[in-house]
Protein backbone atom coordinates (compact mmCIF):
# COMPACT_ATOMS: atom_id res chain seq x y z
CA UNK A 1 0.00 0.00 0.00
CA UNK A 2 0.76 3.76 -0.90
CA UNK A 3 1.78 5.14 2.44
CA UNK A 4 0.99 8.87 3.56
CA UNK A 5 3.27 10.83 4.75
CA UNK A 6 6.09 8.81 7.87
CA UNK A 7 9.27 10.29 6.59
CA UNK A 8 11.63 10.41 9.90
CA UNK A 9 9.64 6.73 10.60
CA UNK A 10 10.32 5.03 7.41
CA UNK A 11 14.02 6.83 7.74
CA UNK A 12 14.62 4.95 11.09
CA UNK A 13 13.30 1.70 9.61
CA UNK A 14 15.61 1.94 6.40
CA UNK A 15 18.07 2.76 8.99
CA UNK A 16 17.62 -0.97 10.89
CA UNK A 17 17.64 -2.93 7.41
CA UNK A 18 20.57 -1.35 6.99
CA UNK A 19 22.35 -2.60 10.08
CA UNK A 20 21.18 -5.79 10.17
CA UNK A 21 22.40 -6.48 6.83
CA UNK A 22 25.83 -4.87 8.15
CA UNK A 23 25.50 -7.50 10.86
CA UNK A 24 24.04 -5.49 13.63
CA UNK A 25 21.18 -6.18 15.81
CA UNK A 26 18.48 -3.33 16.38
CA UNK A 27 15.35 -3.36 18.18
CA UNK A 28 12.98 -0.70 18.00
CA UNK A 29 9.51 -0.52 19.69
CA UNK A 30 6.79 1.57 17.91
CA UNK A 31 4.01 2.49 20.11
CA UNK A 32 0.55 4.71 19.40
CA UNK A 33 -2.97 4.22 19.90
CA UNK A 34 -5.18 2.17 17.97
CA UNK A 35 -5.66 3.02 14.20
CA UNK A 36 -2.48 5.27 14.39
CA UNK A 37 -0.71 3.60 11.54
CA UNK A 38 1.50 1.53 13.38
CA UNK A 39 0.69 -2.10 11.64
CA UNK A 40 0.85 -0.29 7.80
CA UNK A 41 5.00 0.86 8.87
CA UNK A 42 5.92 -3.04 9.96
CA UNK A 43 3.73 -4.21 6.58
CA UNK A 44 6.82 -1.62 5.17
CA UNK A 45 9.62 -3.15 7.03
CA UNK A 46 8.06 -6.31 5.40
CA UNK A 47 7.92 -5.32 2.03
CA UNK A 48 11.79 -3.86 2.04
CA UNK A 49 13.01 -6.84 4.27
CA UNK A 50 14.25 -9.21 0.46
CA UNK A 51 17.35 -11.18 1.56
CA UNK A 52 16.63 -11.35 5.05
CA UNK A 53 14.34 -14.12 7.07
CA UNK A 54 11.42 -12.82 8.16
CA UNK A 55 9.26 -14.02 11.47
CA UNK A 56 6.28 -12.40 11.90
CA UNK A 57 3.36 -12.68 14.52
CA UNK A 58 0.61 -10.84 16.26
CA UNK A 59 -0.95 -10.50 19.16
CA UNK A 60 -4.66 -11.85 19.41
CA UNK A 61 -7.10 -10.69 22.32
CA UNK A 62 -8.61 -13.70 22.82
CA UNK A 63 -5.14 -15.71 23.09
CA UNK A 64 -2.99 -13.28 25.47
CA UNK A 65 -3.59 -16.40 28.21
CA UNK A 66 -1.96 -18.84 26.08
CA UNK A 67 1.12 -19.44 26.81
CA UNK A 68 4.13 -18.72 24.11
CA UNK A 69 0.99 -19.04 21.72
CA UNK A 70 2.76 -15.79 19.88
CA UNK A 71 6.30 -17.15 20.26
CA UNK A 72 5.13 -20.31 18.42
CA UNK A 73 3.67 -18.28 15.69
CA UNK A 74 6.64 -16.46 15.64
CA UNK A 75 9.61 -19.65 15.59
CA UNK A 76 6.79 -21.70 12.87
CA UNK A 77 9.90 -21.37 10.31
CA UNK A 78 12.35 -22.63 12.07
CA UNK A 79 10.90 -25.20 14.55
CA UNK A 80 13.36 -27.82 12.37
CA UNK A 81 16.58 -26.26 14.07
CA UNK A 82 15.48 -26.50 17.49
CA UNK A 83 17.75 -29.70 17.26
CA UNK A 84 20.42 -27.00 16.94
CA UNK A 85 20.22 -25.57 20.66
CA UNK A 86 21.97 -27.05 23.78
CA UNK A 87 19.57 -30.05 25.31
CA UNK A 88 18.32 -28.06 28.20
CA UNK A 89 17.37 -25.14 25.79
CA UNK A 90 16.33 -27.50 23.06
CA UNK A 91 13.85 -29.23 25.71
CA UNK A 92 12.53 -25.58 26.96
CA UNK A 93 11.39 -24.90 24.01
CA UNK A 94 9.99 -27.69 22.42
CA UNK A 95 7.65 -28.25 25.98
CA UNK A 96 6.89 -24.36 25.43
CA UNK A 97 5.43 -25.05 21.58
CA UNK A 98 3.79 -28.16 23.05
CA UNK A 99 6.11 -30.27 20.87
CA UNK A 100 6.89 -32.51 23.53
CA UNK A 101 5.44 -32.75 27.23
CA UNK A 102 7.53 -32.06 30.36
CA UNK A 103 7.44 -29.72 33.64
CA UNK A 104 6.60 -26.25 32.44
CA UNK A 105 10.14 -24.84 31.64
CA UNK A 106 11.81 -22.06 33.21
CA UNK A 107 11.05 -18.58 31.71
CA UNK A 108 15.06 -17.16 31.73
CA UNK A 109 15.73 -20.53 29.97
CA UNK A 110 13.13 -19.96 27.25
CA UNK A 111 14.07 -16.49 26.51
CA UNK A 112 17.62 -17.68 26.48
CA UNK A 113 16.88 -20.54 24.04
CA UNK A 114 15.11 -18.08 21.23
CA UNK A 115 17.69 -15.76 21.34
CA UNK A 116 20.05 -18.77 20.86
CA UNK A 117 17.89 -19.50 17.91
CA UNK A 118 17.87 -15.84 16.47
CA UNK A 119 21.35 -16.03 16.44
CA UNK A 120 21.32 -19.68 15.00
CA UNK A 121 19.57 -18.90 11.89
CA UNK A 122 20.55 -15.33 11.87
CA UNK A 123 23.96 -16.73 10.82
CA UNK A 124 22.74 -18.16 7.81
CA UNK A 125 20.79 -15.22 6.74
CA UNK A 126 19.98 -11.94 8.51
CA UNK A 127 16.78 -11.75 10.21
CA UNK A 128 14.08 -9.26 10.74
CA UNK A 129 11.43 -10.12 13.33
CA UNK A 130 8.37 -8.03 13.34
CA UNK A 131 5.62 -8.53 15.81
CA UNK A 132 2.72 -6.86 16.13
CA UNK A 133 -0.45 -5.85 18.77
CA UNK A 134 2.37 -7.08 21.56
CA UNK A 135 0.05 -5.46 24.01
CA UNK A 136 -2.56 -8.61 23.66
CA UNK A 137 0.46 -11.21 23.55
CA UNK A 138 0.90 -13.42 26.32
CA UNK A 139 2.49 -12.70 28.69
CA UNK A 140 4.73 -15.69 28.37
CA UNK A 141 6.11 -14.94 24.59
CA UNK A 142 5.96 -11.01 25.91
CA UNK A 143 8.37 -12.00 28.49
CA UNK A 144 10.88 -14.18 26.29
CA UNK A 145 10.72 -11.46 23.65
CA UNK A 146 11.49 -8.57 25.67
CA UNK A 147 14.41 -10.12 27.26
CA UNK A 148 15.61 -11.34 24.04
CA UNK A 149 15.44 -7.80 22.70
CA UNK A 150 17.12 -6.79 25.69
CA UNK A 151 19.95 -8.94 25.00
CA UNK A 152 20.53 -8.99 21.17
CA UNK A 153 24.28 -7.81 19.97
CA UNK A 154 26.41 -8.35 17.25
CA UNK A 155 24.47 -10.71 15.49
CA UNK A 156 22.70 -9.43 12.20
CA UNK A 157 18.66 -9.70 13.45
CA UNK A 158 16.15 -6.86 13.51
CA UNK A 159 13.24 -6.77 15.48
CA UNK A 160 10.73 -4.09 15.55
CA UNK A 161 8.12 -4.76 17.83
CA UNK A 162 4.25 -2.39 17.56
CA UNK A 163 2.15 -1.75 20.42
CA UNK A 164 -0.63 0.34 21.80
CA UNK A 165 0.86 0.49 25.23
CA UNK A 166 4.31 0.63 26.02
CA UNK A 167 5.34 -2.38 28.33
CA UNK A 168 7.50 -2.27 31.73
CA UNK A 169 9.74 -4.50 30.27
CA UNK A 170 10.23 -2.73 27.19
CA UNK A 171 11.08 0.71 28.41
CA UNK A 172 14.89 0.19 27.94
CA UNK A 173 14.51 -0.31 24.17
CA UNK A 174 14.22 2.63 21.72
CA UNK A 175 10.94 3.61 21.54
CA UNK A 176 9.48 5.63 18.46
CA UNK A 177 5.71 6.69 18.58
CA UNK A 178 3.79 6.96 16.01
CA UNK A 179 1.55 9.92 16.39
CA UNK A 180 -1.38 10.48 13.94
CA UNK A 181 -1.28 11.53 10.50
CA UNK A 182 -2.25 15.21 9.58
CA UNK A 183 -5.73 14.60 11.30
CA UNK A 184 -6.56 18.16 10.59
CA UNK A 185 -6.45 17.38 6.57
CA UNK A 186 -8.55 14.50 7.09
CA UNK A 187 -11.53 15.54 9.43
CA UNK A 188 -11.65 19.28 6.66
CA UNK A 189 -11.84 16.15 3.80
CA UNK A 190 -14.51 13.87 5.71
CA UNK A 191 -16.76 16.85 6.39
CA UNK A 192 -16.38 17.87 2.64
CA UNK A 193 -17.11 14.28 1.34
CA UNK A 194 -19.99 14.05 3.74
CA UNK A 195 -21.30 17.55 3.10
CA UNK A 196 -21.26 17.31 -0.72
CA UNK A 197 -22.40 13.53 -0.53
CA UNK A 198 -19.37 12.48 -2.18
CA UNK A 199 -20.20 8.38 -1.22
CA UNK A 200 -23.01 6.26 -0.95
CA UNK A 201 -22.71 3.62 1.58
CA UNK A 202 -24.80 0.23 0.52
CA UNK A 203 -25.23 -3.03 2.59
CA UNK A 204 -26.71 -6.60 2.44
CA UNK A 205 -27.34 -8.87 5.08
CA UNK A 206 -28.60 -12.36 5.57
CA UNK A 207 -29.60 -15.20 7.91
CA UNK A 208 -29.74 -18.93 7.38
CA UNK A 209 -30.80 -21.74 9.77
CA UNK A 210 -27.07 -23.75 10.08
CA UNK A 211 -25.38 -26.50 11.67
CA UNK A 212 -21.62 -27.72 11.15
CA UNK A 213 -20.93 -30.77 10.28
CA UNK A 214 -17.23 -31.70 10.70
CA UNK A 215 -15.34 -28.42 9.96
CA UNK A 216 -17.99 -26.83 7.33
CA UNK A 217 -21.11 -25.12 7.93
CA UNK A 218 -24.08 -26.27 6.17
CA UNK A 219 -26.63 -23.61 5.53
CA UNK A 220 -30.50 -24.42 4.78
CA UNK A 221 -33.41 -22.78 2.61
CA UNK A 222 -35.61 -23.02 5.89
CA UNK A 223 -36.23 -24.59 9.31
CA UNK A 224 -37.55 -27.76 7.60
CA UNK A 225 -33.21 -28.27 7.32
CA UNK A 226 -33.17 -31.01 4.22
CA UNK A 227 -30.68 -30.49 1.89
CA UNK A 228 -28.48 -27.91 2.31
CA UNK A 229 -28.89 -24.71 0.47
CA UNK A 230 -24.43 -23.72 0.22
CA UNK A 231 -21.90 -24.85 2.33
CA UNK A 232 -19.60 -22.71 4.00
CA UNK A 233 -16.13 -24.11 4.92
CA UNK A 234 -13.32 -23.67 7.52
CA UNK A 235 -10.05 -24.29 8.17
CA UNK A 236 -9.10 -25.54 11.55
CA UNK A 237 -5.63 -24.17 13.57
CA UNK A 238 -2.72 -27.28 13.73
CA UNK A 239 -0.77 -25.99 16.32
CA UNK A 240 1.13 -28.40 19.00
CA UNK A 241 0.43 -31.44 16.85
CA UNK A 242 0.50 -34.62 19.44
CA UNK A 243 -2.28 -32.89 20.98
CA UNK A 244 -0.65 -31.73 24.34
CA UNK A 245 -1.75 -27.94 23.50
CA UNK A 246 -4.24 -27.07 26.64
CA UNK A 247 -6.55 -25.16 24.65
CA UNK A 248 -8.42 -27.23 21.52
CA UNK A 249 -7.53 -26.40 17.89
CA UNK A 250 -10.18 -23.94 16.58
CA UNK A 251 -12.35 -23.48 13.80
CA UNK A 252 -14.91 -21.05 12.52
CA UNK A 253 -16.73 -24.72 12.06
CA UNK A 254 -17.12 -24.67 16.18
CA UNK A 255 -19.55 -22.16 16.96
CA UNK A 256 -21.90 -23.25 15.18
CA UNK A 257 -24.18 -26.48 16.55
CA UNK A 258 -23.33 -29.87 15.18
CA UNK A 259 -25.97 -30.98 12.99
CA UNK A 260 -25.74 -34.14 15.56
CA UNK A 261 -26.55 -31.91 18.39
CA UNK A 262 -30.14 -31.42 17.09
CA UNK A 263 -29.56 -27.62 18.25
CA UNK A 264 -31.53 -25.51 15.53
CA UNK A 265 -28.67 -23.22 14.87
CA UNK A 266 -28.08 -20.33 12.56
CA UNK A 267 -25.29 -17.81 11.23
CA UNK A 268 -25.49 -14.54 9.08
CA UNK A 269 -23.17 -13.03 6.44
CA UNK A 270 -22.81 -9.50 5.37
CA UNK A 271 -21.55 -7.78 2.82
CA UNK A 272 -21.37 -3.54 3.05
CA UNK A 273 -19.64 -1.13 1.12
CA UNK A 274 -18.77 2.66 1.30
CA UNK A 275 -17.21 3.20 -2.33
CA UNK A 276 -19.60 3.53 -4.09
CA UNK A 277 -18.47 7.24 -6.10
CA UNK A 278 -15.06 7.15 -4.72
CA UNK A 279 -14.08 6.86 -8.50
CA UNK A 280 -16.34 9.52 -9.51
CA UNK A 281 -15.17 11.39 -6.50
CA UNK A 282 -11.45 11.34 -7.38
CA UNK A 283 -12.47 12.02 -10.98
CA UNK A 284 -14.20 14.95 -9.94
CA UNK A 285 -12.70 16.72 -6.76
CA UNK A 286 -9.20 15.34 -6.54
CA UNK A 287 -6.76 17.03 -8.57
CA UNK A 288 -4.49 14.37 -10.77
CA UNK A 289 -1.27 15.39 -9.19
CA UNK A 290 -2.60 15.32 -5.49
CA UNK A 291 -1.00 11.97 -4.66
CA UNK A 292 -2.05 12.78 -0.90
CA UNK A 293 -5.70 13.75 -1.70
CA UNK A 294 -5.81 10.36 -3.34
CA UNK A 295 -4.78 8.66 -1.09
CA UNK A 296 -6.42 10.13 1.98
CA UNK A 297 -9.86 9.67 0.12
CA UNK A 298 -9.00 6.32 -0.39
CA UNK A 299 -8.39 5.55 3.12
CA UNK A 300 -11.34 7.62 4.94
CA UNK A 301 -13.63 5.25 2.05
CA UNK A 302 -11.97 2.43 3.66
CA UNK A 303 -12.39 3.46 7.33
CA UNK A 304 -15.50 4.45 6.68
CA UNK A 305 -16.35 0.80 5.13
CA UNK A 306 -14.84 -0.45 8.62
CA UNK A 307 -17.60 1.83 10.74
CA UNK A 308 -20.32 0.66 8.64
CA UNK A 309 -19.64 -2.92 9.20
CA UNK A 310 -19.46 -1.83 13.01
CA UNK A 311 -22.88 -0.24 12.84
CA UNK A 312 -24.22 -2.91 10.82
CA UNK A 313 -23.35 -5.61 12.93
CA UNK A 314 -24.50 -3.39 15.84
CA UNK A 315 -28.05 -3.28 14.02
CA UNK A 316 -27.60 -7.10 13.34
CA UNK A 317 -27.17 -8.07 17.15
CA UNK A 318 -29.93 -5.51 18.65
CA UNK A 319 -32.49 -5.83 15.66
CA UNK A 320 -32.10 -7.66 12.50
CA UNK A 321 -30.80 -11.17 13.92
CA UNK A 322 -31.70 -9.52 17.32
CA UNK A 323 -30.17 -12.20 19.78
CA UNK A 324 -28.66 -9.10 22.43
CA UNK A 325 -31.97 -6.52 22.06
CA UNK A 326 -30.39 -4.59 25.26
CA UNK A 327 -27.01 -4.16 24.04
CA UNK A 328 -26.21 -0.68 24.17
CA UNK A 329 -22.22 -0.07 24.15
CA UNK A 330 -20.51 2.78 23.92
CA UNK A 331 -18.24 3.90 21.06
CA UNK A 332 -14.92 2.70 22.62
CA UNK A 333 -17.17 -0.59 24.11
CA UNK A 334 -17.73 -1.31 20.15
CA UNK A 335 -14.08 -1.34 19.40
CA UNK A 336 -13.29 -3.00 21.97
CA UNK A 337 -15.91 -5.65 20.68
CA UNK A 338 -17.08 -6.32 24.24
CA UNK A 339 -20.13 -7.82 22.32
CA UNK A 340 -21.75 -11.27 22.12
CA UNK A 341 -20.48 -12.27 18.82
CA UNK A 342 -17.91 -12.14 15.70
CA UNK A 343 -18.05 -11.09 11.79
CA UNK A 344 -14.92 -12.63 10.72
CA UNK A 345 -13.91 -12.29 6.83
CA UNK A 346 -12.37 -14.59 4.45
CA UNK A 347 -8.90 -13.53 3.97
CA UNK A 348 -8.35 -12.47 7.14
CA UNK A 349 -6.54 -15.02 10.07
CA UNK A 350 -9.88 -16.61 11.07
CA UNK A 351 -10.33 -18.41 7.60
CA UNK A 352 -7.36 -17.17 5.34
CA UNK A 353 -9.02 -18.50 2.32
CA UNK A 354 -10.74 -16.02 0.18
CA UNK A 355 -12.83 -17.97 -2.00
CA UNK A 356 -14.90 -18.29 0.81
CA UNK A 357 -16.56 -14.63 -0.37
CA UNK A 358 -17.48 -16.38 -3.59
CA UNK A 359 -20.25 -18.63 -1.33
CA UNK A 360 -20.92 -15.41 0.64
CA UNK A 361 -21.99 -13.25 -2.29
CA UNK A 362 -24.01 -15.87 -3.70
CA UNK A 363 -25.88 -16.35 -0.92
CA UNK A 364 -26.65 -12.54 -0.63
CA UNK A 365 -26.57 -11.69 -4.10
CA UNK A 366 -24.23 -8.98 -3.39
CA UNK A 367 -24.10 -7.64 -6.49
CA UNK A 368 -27.45 -6.62 -7.10
CA UNK A 369 -28.53 -6.24 -3.42
CA UNK A 370 -25.68 -3.64 -2.59
CA UNK A 371 -23.68 -2.99 -5.95
CA UNK A 372 -20.51 -5.11 -4.53
CA UNK A 373 -18.72 -7.14 -7.05
CA UNK A 374 -16.08 -9.64 -7.20
CA UNK A 375 -13.29 -9.50 -9.00
CA UNK A 376 -11.55 -13.45 -10.55
CA UNK A 377 -9.14 -13.16 -7.54
CA UNK A 378 -12.12 -12.63 -5.17
CA UNK A 379 -11.30 -9.23 -4.28
CA UNK A 380 -14.10 -6.71 -3.83
CA UNK A 381 -15.30 -3.34 -5.93
CA UNK A 382 -15.10 -0.91 -4.80
CA UNK A 383 -12.27 -1.68 -2.59
CA UNK A 384 -13.59 0.42 0.38
CA UNK A 385 -15.68 -3.12 1.49
CA UNK A 386 -16.19 -5.56 3.99
CA UNK A 387 -17.55 -9.00 3.83
CA UNK A 388 -17.77 -12.23 6.57
CA UNK A 389 -19.99 -13.84 8.42
CA UNK A 390 -21.67 -13.52 11.51
CA UNK A 391 -21.75 -16.06 14.56
CA UNK A 392 -24.03 -15.44 17.72
CA UNK A 393 -22.34 -18.31 19.78
CA UNK A 394 -21.25 -16.23 23.36
CA UNK A 395 -17.68 -18.54 23.01
CA UNK A 396 -17.16 -17.51 19.37
CA UNK A 397 -14.21 -15.19 19.15
CA UNK A 398 -11.08 -14.30 16.94
CA UNK A 399 -8.51 -16.39 16.07
CA UNK A 400 -6.00 -17.30 13.82
CA UNK A 401 -5.69 -20.16 12.11
CA UNK A 402 -2.10 -20.16 11.62
CA UNK A 403 -0.22 -22.63 9.12
CA UNK A 404 -1.96 -25.87 8.07
CA UNK A 405 -0.38 -28.93 6.83
CA UNK A 406 -0.35 -30.82 4.44
CA UNK A 407 -3.40 -33.82 5.71
CA UNK A 408 -5.70 -30.79 6.27
CA UNK A 409 -4.92 -29.36 2.63
CA UNK A 410 -6.08 -32.70 0.98
CA UNK A 411 -9.14 -32.59 3.34
CA UNK A 412 -10.05 -29.48 2.50
CA UNK A 413 -9.15 -29.78 -1.32
CA UNK A 414 -12.05 -32.70 -1.05
CA UNK A 415 -14.72 -30.57 0.68
CA UNK A 416 -14.22 -27.87 -1.86
CA UNK A 417 -14.23 -30.12 -4.96
CA UNK A 418 -10.74 -28.94 -5.47
CA UNK A 419 -7.13 -30.50 -7.09
CA UNK A 420 -4.71 -30.74 -3.86
CA UNK A 421 -2.76 -27.89 -6.28
CA UNK A 422 -5.68 -25.65 -6.53
CA UNK A 423 -5.98 -25.78 -2.69
CA UNK A 424 -1.92 -25.24 -1.84
CA UNK A 425 -2.62 -22.24 -4.87
CA UNK A 426 -5.36 -20.60 -2.94
CA UNK A 427 -3.48 -21.69 0.71
CA UNK A 428 -0.38 -20.86 -0.20
CA UNK A 429 0.84 -18.03 2.36
CA UNK A 430 -0.62 -20.98 5.20
CA UNK A 431 0.76 -23.63 4.08
CA UNK A 432 3.29 -25.14 6.64
CA UNK A 433 5.36 -27.04 3.92
CA UNK A 434 6.73 -26.46 0.75
CA UNK A 435 3.77 -27.59 -1.77
CA UNK A 436 7.04 -28.26 -4.64
CA UNK A 437 9.39 -30.18 -1.72
CA UNK A 438 6.34 -32.76 -1.16
CA UNK A 439 5.91 -33.36 -4.60
CA UNK A 440 9.50 -34.31 -5.39
CA UNK A 441 9.10 -36.93 -1.92
CA UNK A 442 6.20 -38.26 -3.48
CA UNK A 443 7.62 -38.75 -6.59
N1 LIG B 1 0.89 6.43 6.49
C1 LIG B 1 -0.31 6.00 6.05
N2 LIG B 1 -0.66 6.15 4.77
C2 LIG B 1 -1.87 5.74 4.32
N3 LIG B 1 -2.79 5.16 5.08
C3 LIG B 1 -2.51 4.98 6.38
C4 LIG B 1 -1.26 5.39 6.93
N4 LIG B 1 -1.26 5.09 8.24
C5 LIG B 1 -2.46 4.52 8.48
N5 LIG B 1 -3.20 4.44 7.37
C6 LIG B 1 -4.57 3.91 7.26
O1 LIG B 1 -5.05 3.73 8.58
C7 LIG B 1 -5.43 2.37 8.80
C8 LIG B 1 -5.07 1.97 10.20
O2 LIG B 1 -3.66 1.84 10.33
P1 LIG B 1 -3.00 0.59 11.08
O3 LIG B 1 -3.80 -0.63 10.87
O4 LIG B 1 -1.56 0.54 10.72
O5 LIG B 1 -3.18 1.09 12.58
P2 LIG B 1 -2.52 0.48 13.89
O6 LIG B 1 -1.71 1.55 14.52
O7 LIG B 1 -1.83 -0.79 13.58
O8 LIG B 1 -3.81 0.24 14.78
P3 LIG B 1 -4.12 -0.93 15.86
O9 LIG B 1 -3.47 -0.52 17.16
O10 LIG B 1 -5.61 -0.89 15.94
O11 LIG B 1 -3.58 -2.21 15.31
C9 LIG B 1 -4.72 1.58 7.71
O12 LIG B 1 -5.43 0.45 7.31
C10 LIG B 1 -4.63 2.58 6.57
O13 LIG B 1 -5.80 2.56 5.80
MG1 LIG C 1 -2.27 -2.76 14.01
Known amino acids: MELIDRFSERRVLDEVLRDVRAGQSRVVVLHGEP ?23 TGVES ?7 ALHQLCVPVLNHLDRLPGPQRDALSVAFGIRSGPTPERFLTGLAVLTLFSEVAGDQPLVCL ?5 WLDHA ?9 RRLGAEPVGMVLATRVVLADLSS ?3 MQVKGLRAADAQALLKRLVAERWLTANAVVGFWPANATGDDIELYADEARGAPHARLHTLRQQMGGDGKRERANTALADFVAPKESGLADYVGAFAVTSGIGEADALARHIDKTDDYGRIMLKALADRLAEAFAERMHERVRRELWGY ?14 SYQGIRPAPG ?5 DHTEKGTIFKLLDAEAAAGIALTESFAMWPGAAVSGLYFSHPD ?10 RDQVEDYAARKGWSVEEAERWLGPVLNYDPKLAQSVAA
Not at 131 to 135: P, S, Y
Open 35 to 57: GVGKSVLMDYVAERAEGCRLFRA
Open 63 to 69: EMELPYA
Open 396 to 405: SHYFGVGKVE
Open 131 to 135: VDDLQ
Open 324 to 337: APGERLSAEELIAE
Open 173 to 175: LTG
Open 348 to 352: YPAQP
Open 141 to 149: SAQALSFVA
